[in-house]
């Protein structure tokens, strides 16, 4: 007898392969994005602010947009397909290097902040490629799709920093400037490559049905899913958006800082290229739980010392943390929706991540300037704890649930 469903599933994941690859291609690129703004934001906005506390203000616009951006971005993709939110996107990011080299040669504070801000729109719908590769994917290569778009993140580690180093001086004494005209420019191959993804727009039965959302937010795999989320990428943004203006602050130079950020970056996604497996093979509770775990370690090794190494170590460390906490995270998501509820549910746990990134994100330079380095590390701690209790009791509500399903089952042998 021939297996149809089978057959299917491997229709649907030829198709979900082929996307990958573009998703992936458009991750590096997009990653040059916030490998640019990361790397200059909090220096320039040192530079331009009328203050030293509203340095990292810059960084913070970024995550208000990455916030602001991601309800539109489910309702654009339900409503129109994926691929017009892309292409949304990616125009952002033109106007955001575009605005970004005009701010730095008119030394324009705020506008440089409404540069980031448009960043943040561009990685808000960057967010939506992993689970944009899972569409139509049987549960068994999900997982991996959603690494593999994230592994496309190591050649924006190498892209990102590498971009700026190579041209941050070429319209001296306008450091960085040069920069965000080159990101531009990244941010239309983007566009290019993502026209070419099978996102059609959603069925008309597509558009309606489902559980209502406070119903599927009420599971305790998505509380688990969406608070390990909001744990993880906050936690990770926090230390990564003062590290290179701590950096200078105790001395060290920018290509120290830009060194750290790309190696950060590469930390990121480089475990993407397994990460898929071994959810597959352990769990995505699990691999969460060694996630929020490195990047306690991270913290740890950030207050043992203020040496270019120890920046270095927590940043890539930290890299490794927020990828396992992350993917693991989102593939927990998956579990969570049926396919007509996922646009709505995956923007939904993103505006609760990077929602609650903006709000910690505005309190960072403050936090640096005010109470120092040491200060922001200590500040991973108790969510990390908080993290690893809310995924243990998820873990045994779901046994507990499968236990119950057994004893409710009929004694067939009576």
């Not at 120290?256 to 950060?264: A, L, M, R």
């Amino acid at each position: 007898m021939i297996d149809v469903t089978a057959g299917d599933e491997t229709a649907d994941d030829a198709r979900a392969r082929a996307n990958v690859l573009r998703l992936a291609a458009a991750q590096a690129l997009t990653g040059a994005n916030s490998a640019v703004i990361f790397a200059t934001g909090s220096i320039v906005g040192a530079t331009l602010a009328p203050d030293i506390s509203l340095a990292t203000v810059p960084l913070s616009m970024y995550v208000l947009g990455m916030a602001a951006g991601t309800l539109p971005t489910g309702a654009i993709s339900r409503a129109f397909g994926r691929r017009v939110a892309f292409i949304a996107g990616t125009g952002c990011g033109v106007l955001t290097g575009s605005l970004g080299a005009w701010a730095i040669l008119h030394s324009s504070f705020w506008l440089f902040c409404a540069a980031t801000f448009l960043g943040g729109l561009y990685g808000a719908v960057a967010q939506s490629y992993r689970f944009a590769a899972a569409d139509g994917a049987s549960a068994t290569f999900r997982p991996k799709a959603v690494s593999w778009v994230m592994a496309g993140g190591v050649f924006a580690g190498v892209l990102g920093p590498q971009l700026v180093q190579w041209t941050m001086d070429i319209w001296s004494p306008y450091l960085f400037a040069f920069s965000f005209v080159v990101q531009a420019l990244v941010a239309l191959v983007a566009m290019a490559v993502l026209s070419g993804v099978d996102a059609p727009k959603p069925a008309p039965a597509d558009l309606h049905g489902g559980r209502p959302l406070l119903e599927i937010a009420r599971q305790p795999r998505f509380i688990a899913a969406a608070l390990c989320g909001v744990i993880a990428y906050p936690m990770m943004n926090l230390v990564m958006t003062s590290a290179p203006l701590a950096m200078k602050m105790c001395g060290l130079s920018v290509s120290d800082s830009n060194f750290g950020i790309q190696w950060h970056i590469v930390a990121m996604y480089g475990p993407s290229f397994f990460t898929g497996s071994l959810i597959a093979r352990f769990g995505a509770p699990r691999i969460v739980a060694l996630g929020l775990l490195l990047e306690a370690a991270a913290a740890t090794i950030g207050l043992s010392g203020i040496t270019a190494p120890h920046f270095w170590a927590t940043l890539i460390v930290l890299g490794m943390g927020w990828n396992f906490a992350f993917v693991g995270a989102s593939a927990l998501v998956l579990e969570t929706h049926r396919p007509q509820e996922r646009n709505k549910v995956q923007a939904f746990n993103d505006f609760l991540i990077f929602g609650m990134m903006a709000i910690g994100s505005f309190s960072s330079g403050q936090l640096l300037a005010h109470y120092g380095w040491n200060a922001v590390n200590l500040v991973v701690f108790p969510p990390v704890l908080l993290g690893l209790a809310v995924l243990s009791f998820a873990s045994f509500a779901k046994r507990r649930a499968k236990l119950r399903d057994v004893d409710q089952l009929p004694d067939i042998g009576a």
